[in-house]
């Protein structure tokens, strides 16, 4: 686990081009977990992948970052900003798994091949969901999962009315 308790926890200060591959937790202290401050970086999630915080790029250059799903479950909310996210083999869940939420790409584009999910949660009456500001191409499988009602809620009665006898 790498964590910062006032800062991301990474945070790429120099130059374009980094890259970053991360199989472990992500822990910023200010809510984001990972930032490039400018040029063209690579972000590669593999399985056992948890952010804790947001994805930020070019803090201060132009230039759109990529992150890479390779095998990785991302679960929301989460933003990733100024990033493409290419989801190539992992699962993307924009809420979390189990609860409807909301995730974001801003300044960036959705792309989703053969072997990625989005996972969408959802209740009868609410879905999680994936805003993009830029261009969302999907393939690969849309997974939705219905959230059960918790106990003792407002779920309808099944039981059978019984008039009195006259």
């Known amino acids: 686990m790498i964590s910062s308790a006032t800062g991301p926890a990474i945070n790429i200060t120099s130059g374009g081009g980094a890259t970053v591959t991360n199989a472990g937790t992500l822990s ?3 809510g984001i977990s990972v930032q490039f401050c400018c040029g063209l970086g690579l972000l590669t999630l593999l399985p056992g992948s ?3 915080g947001d994805v930020v790029g070019n803090v201060i250059g132009p230039g759109t970052n990529t992150a890479v799903l390779q095998g990785a479950t991302v679960t929301g ?25 909301a995730s974001s790409i801003t300044g960036g584009a959705y792309s989703q091949q053969a072997a990625g999910t ?8 609410t879905a999680s969901k994936l805003t993009v ?10 997974l939705m999962r219905p959230i059960a009602p918790a106990r003792g809620s407002a ?5 059978r009315r019984r008039w009195p006898r006259r």
Not at 77 to 95: C, E, M, R, W
Not at 118 to 125: G, K, Q, R, V
Not at 137 to 142: R, W
Not at 155 to 159: F, H, Q
Request: charged fraction near 10%.
């Open 50 to 52: 948890v952010l804790n």
């Open 28 to 30: 910023g202290g200010n």
């Open 155 to 159: 779920a309808p009665s099944r039981r």
């Open 118 to 125: 989005l996972a969408i949660d959802h209740t009868t009456t």
């Open 77 to 101: 909310p989460i933003k990733f900003i100024n990033f493409d996210v290419i989801n190539s083999s992992g699962t993307f869940a924009p809420g979390n798994l189990g609860l409807v939420g």
């Open 133 to 142: 500001s830029g261009t969302a191409t999907l393939a690969g499988t849309l």
